[in-house]
């Protein structure tokens, strides 16, 4: 049974290249544009992902239009290296200074996913926070020309920082141009009564939608990357959306203590360091509540920029012919397993939202898929969509299958920070630590009987364990 299905995913793969290298590349507007849209921090806890307490209308709207993963999965839980996967294509470094470093690679400068569509006769175009930093520069207030995250790659990377003075001050900001500069200064939570434009994201949603009326007019298709900031730490937000949750019943933390024995556990420092009031979630329920519902306020502002981002999209000539992708860069922890953030190699770090909206794969939109997909899977799927062929090199397989049909199989998922990786396959998740090249520690989880990720059974199951490892070294490979 596994050779058969093996000789029939690759026959598919073989069929799918022919048909591509057969199929004759669309010109001039003809192309369909892309519309990427990342937002930082965002787990997976969406009304259309089966969270019934969350107010997400708008990126509902763009699940019953496309195709929902449900257990899609980032490589990296942290921005700089998730995102290096995502421009990429490509398996790599495990810190946020990942592009940074690869920007003088020639194969990285030339075929990264904006790089390739411009070469293909793209408009390339960027606002807020797509690559790790804001703007995609370096320098003290990462705003520094000639230190460029990804040289070349786009026509135009855009950062309107407004009062927040510059990306560096937008990244972490909050209401009316508050700047952190020192994060024991800054209030982790904050609901400001005022409008959109109160908090960073509102100049990156003014400039994305003068950004949509200048691409409309452009004789090129456009491929047009837009990063809204929220629902990152610090949790603030305009009132109105925390509001919402005001009298919401939010159901209990899962897993709530601290896992036992050696794990991808850690204190949780990128929350604690912020101003708390002398709080802690980790011991005190009703500020654990609190940050719940100020994260959930936060997700909802998230959401009503990805609103007016559509009722934008949808008031051009580009609307029908444009290929719309919803990417969260990372999960995030609000205290299961005692963890108040990303940074772990535990689910809540790893799997976040994904929706792919296709124009003329519309059959069957609106039913989710619970198939394993991994973020390097967008940049051959999106080349797929646009009738490019690939780059060389790249991880990812294209997920058009899915797109489809919702039940086509998925395929294992591999994710890494510091000296730790993990695979998660449609059953199990090891986690394999090392230290001085030499695996030190083994973790692994049953999730049909643990979904959790409380129970270690790597010392009972060490065949199973070996086996996972050996997949985990063929796809790092």
């Known amino acids: 049974?596994?050779?058969?299905?093996?000789?029939?995913?690759?026959?598919?793969?073989?069929?799918?290249?022919?048909?591509?290298?057969?199929?004759?590349?669309?010109?001039?507007?003809?192309?369909?544009?892309?519309?990427?849209?990342c937002i930082d921090d965002l787990r997976p806890e969406l009304k259309c992902f089966g969270a019934g307490h969350i107010h997400s209308p708008n990126i509902d709207a763009l699940a019953r239009r496309g195709r929902a993963f449900t257990r899609h999965y980032v490589q990296a839980p942290t921005c700089g290296a998730s995102r290096y996967t995502l421009l990429t294509g490509r398996y790599g470094p495990r810190d946020n200074g990942a592009l940074f470093r690869h920007s003088g690679n020639e194969q990285i400068r030339t075929t990264n996913m904006p790089a390739?569509?411009?070469?293909?006769?793209?408009?390339?175009?960027?606002?807020?926070?797509?690559?790790?930093?804001?703007?995609?520069?370096?320098?003290p207030d990462w705003n520094d020309d000639s230190k460029p995250e990804m040289p070349g790659a786009w026509t135009r990377h855009l950062c309107p920082s407004g009062p927040w003075q510059h990306p560096r001050g937008l990244m972490h900001g909050q209401a009316n141009g508050e700047v952190r500069r020192n994060a024991k200064d800054m209030d982790v939570l904050q609901a400001f009564d005022g409008d959109d434009d109160s908090y960073p994201d509102g100049p990156t949603i003014e400039g994305a939608l003068q950004q949509l009326n200048l691409l409309e007019k452009d004789r090129k298709p456009f491929f047009f990357a837009v990063g809204f900031l929220r629902p990152h730490l610090p949790f603030g937000a305009p009132a109105r959306y925390v509001r919402l949750y005001d009298d919401v019943s939010f159901p209990g933390i899962p897993h709530p203590s601290?896992?036992?024995?050696?794990?991808?556990?850690?204190?949780?420092?990128?929350?604690?360091?912020?101003?708390?009031?002398?709080?802690?979630?980790?011991?005190?329920?009703?500020?654990?509540?609190?940050v719940r519902k100020h994260y959930a306020g936060c997700v909802s502002y998230a959401d009503a920029l990805v609103g007016r981002l559509m009722a934008g999209l949808e008031k051009t000539s580009a609307a029908g012919n444009t290929i719309i992708v919803l990417w969260g860069d990372h999960g995030w922890h609000l205290g299961e397993h005692a963890i108040w953030g990303k940074h772990s190699l535990f689910e809540e770090s790893l799997r976040s939202p994904l929706i792919v909206v296709a124009p003329g794969l519309e059959k069957n939109s609106g039913t989710p898929t619970n198939a394993i997909v991994e973020t390097v899977d967008l940049f051959p799927t999106l080349c797929d969509l646009a009738r490019l062929q690939p780059p060389t090199g790249l991880a990812g397989t294209?997920?058009?299958?899915?797109?489809?049909?919702?039940?086509?199989?998925g395929r294992m998922a591999i994710s890494y920070k510091g000296g730790s990786e993990t695979i998660r396959s449609e059953r199990h998740r090891?986690?394999?630590?090392?230290?001085?090249?030499?695996?030190?520690?083994?973790?692994?989880?049953?999730?049909?009987?643990?979904?959790g990720e409380i129970e270690n059974i790597a010392g009972s199951q060490p065949g199973l364990a070996a086996a996972l490892s050996k997949k985990l070294d063929a796809k790092l490979n």
């Open 1 to 37: 049974m596994l050779t058969t299905l093996r000789t029939t995913v690759l026959y598919g793969a073989a069929l799918l290249a022919a048909t591509l290298l057969a199929l004759p590349l669309a010109a001039g507007k003809d192309r369909p544009n892309v519309l990427l849209i």
């Open 116 to 139: 390739w569509f411009r070469s293909k006769g793209y408009t390339t175009v960027s606002i807020g926070k797509v690559s790790h930093h804001p703007g995609g520069r370096g320098g």
């Open 258 to 290: 601290k896992p036992v024995g050696k794990t991808t556990w850690h204190g949780s420092g990128e929350f604690m360091k912020y101003n708390r009031w002398k709080r802690d979630p980790r011991s005190d329920p009703e500020f654990a509540t609190r």
């Open 398 to 409: 294209s997920l058009r299958l899915h797109l489809e049909n919702p039940a086509a199989p």
């Open 430 to 451: 090891l986690v394999r630590h090392s230290k001085g090249g030499k695996v030190s520690h083994l973790e692994l989880y049953d999730h049909e009987n643990d979904p």
